[in-house]
């Protein structure tokens, strides 16, 4: 039987703004690996995104990321401290311990896509 090895999975995001959006993930510390016809390409560490030049209302309204990482109050003071609730008027709620096992924390983007930020407890 042959063995199938995956190397990688990533999430196109949508963007209402698509400038908006890509200043919004270089604000939070995401660095912007490449920006090519509507693609850019994102990366944190071992974990990364595509960033589209595309929006739909109903898709962005439903779309959620996890980022499962190991300090997660670390991450919630460096999110605070980026300022991009402020400066992109978007959502930041606090950590909180979640009945699932996880202690996460939520933010939307200026296109509305939910992200939990989430370590294992």
Not at 31 to 40: F, K, R
Request: hydrophobic content about 40%.
């Amino acid at each position: 039987m042959e063995t199938l090895e995956s190397v990688e999975i990533k999430a196109f995001i949508p963007a209402k703004d698509y400038e908006k959006s890509k200043r919004f993930y270089q604000q939070l510390g995401f660095s912007m690996e490449s920006d090519e016809q509507g693609i850019a390409y994102f990366r944190h560490g071992d974990c990364s995104f595509l960033l589209q030049d595309f929006y739909n209302a109903d898709h962005a309204n439903n779309f959620m990321m996890h980022l499962l990482v190991k300090d997660v109050d670390s991450w919630y003071q460096s999110v605070k401290k980026s300022g991009v609730a402020g400066d992109f008027a978007v959502k930041l709620l606090d950590v909180k311990d979640q009945p699932w096992g996880m202690r996460d924390f939520v933010f939307y983007d200026p296109s509305g896509v939910v992200w939990r930020i989430a370590e294992n407890i």
